[in-house]
């Protein structure tokens, strides 16, 4: 009795945990098509843990936060968005350049989602331009989130380790190789006589690529009578 009863727990967990499973997967293929709702900025963002006098309660995250880097959908974007707007011009994909790197631990203004995003839209000191106003709140979400996955801290089930575009062409490691070989080229027939027949009857072929093809009759020649020619 007792064996049954752990071989039925056991099926029941099971089952448990491919629905859990399952509704992860739903969250990260959600592909969100329909017209997004308004969105907004975070609130009460704090980007230093130094104030004077006691020790504040510390800044709730944003729920949003876990939403937008658990989908693939919104990572893939953030990605399209950081080029579009030149993100990489300052930060050079994320390995630093004008702008500090995006890659390490190292977060002057903080590391959250929530910080990053107040980083985008307020702008920082010393190069960094503010894009309030200038990008929608959506996407200055989604490119937070971007920004986060460049550091390894993204959802690893929502990052993906390829674009969302379309291919043009198979990735490049995994086309069929193809030997360049000469193209051969088509042989021209031979010129023709005054008559508009040709000096010689029967067939010819070109040497060099094998390629036969026929040439005309004149009308003495006794084959071509014979073949009810004129």
């Not at 200038?134 to 801290?153: K, M």
């Amino acid at each position: 009795m007792g064996e049954a009863r752990r071989e039925r727990t056991i099926c029941v967990d099971a089952v448990a945990l491919g629905c859990a499973l399952a509704l992860c997967a739903c969250n990260r293929e959600n592909r969100n098509l329909d017209a997004p709702a308004a969105e907004s900025g975070p609130h009460a963002v704090a980007v230093s843990e130094l104030r004077p006098g006691p020790a504040a309660p510390p800044t709730p995250p944003d729920p949003r936060g876990l939403e937008y880097q658990g989908n693939a959908t919104h990572l893939s974007n953030g990605a399209r968005y950081f080029k579009w707007f030149n993100c990489n011009g300052c930060h050079f994909n994320g390995g630093g350049g004008i702008g500090p790197p995006l890659m390490d631990e190292k977060w002057r203004y903080g590391g959250r989602i929530e910080q990053i995003y107040a980083s985008i839209d307020q702008g920082r000191p010393n190069g960094m331009p503010a894009f309030h106003d200038r990008i929608p709140e959506q996407q200055i979400w989604e490119i937070a989130a971007y920004v986060r996955s460049l550091s390894g801290n993204a959802d690893k089930l929502a990052a993906t380790s390829r674009g969302d575009e379309m291919r043009s062409i198979p990735p490049i490691n995994n086309i069929d190789r193809q030997p360049p070989r000469p193209f051969p080229v088509q042989a021209e027939p031979p010129e023709p006589d005054k008559k508009g027949l040709s000096s010689k009857a029967g067939s010819a072929s070109d040497g060099e690529t094998g390629i036969h093809f026929r040439l005309p009759r004149s009308k003495g020649d006794p084959d071509a009578t014979r073949a009810g020619g004129g």
